[in-house]
């Protein structure tokens, strides 16, 4: 899918579901400054899954709520987030080092769409 970057709205409206064991997820933006650059920080917002609804649900996720990290560990220096450079979307699940809760079991995030809101 290709993203304008004339009209970002406000953040990015994403209608998922998990299965198994994996509630915990996030949304990974990187810019094309730190693609080239080999990815120094990345732009990252968390969410998490009711995994006993089976039905699809709307997760929001507000651009102004978006943070850099690096490694897992926030660099709050960075600059803050420029939607009209971003070039590299991904999702990734998380658990670990810096969160209060471990990574564990298989799962996976099923996906319906994703729009910018």
Avoid at 72 to 95: H, M, N, Y
Wanted: charged share 25%.
């Amino acid at each position: 899918a290709v993203v304008s970057t004339q009209s970002t709205g406000n953040g990015i409206k994403l209608k998922v579901r998990g299965q198994g064991q994996l509630e915990h997820w996030k949304v990974v933006l990187v810019d094309k400054d730190q693609a080239v650059n080999r990815a120094n920080y990345d732009y990252e917002q968390k969410f998490k899954l009711d995994l006993s609804d089976r039905e699809f649900g709307i997760v929001t996720l507000p651009f102004s709520e978006f943070k850099a990290y690096k490694w897992g560990r926030e660099i709050p220096d960075a600059p803050p987030l420029d939607f009209s450079k971003i070039r590299v979307f991904g999702f990734q699940t998380i658990g670990g080092v810096y969160d209060d809760f471990k990574q564990q079991g298989s799962g996976s995030l099923e996906i319906d769409n994703v729009v910018l809101c």
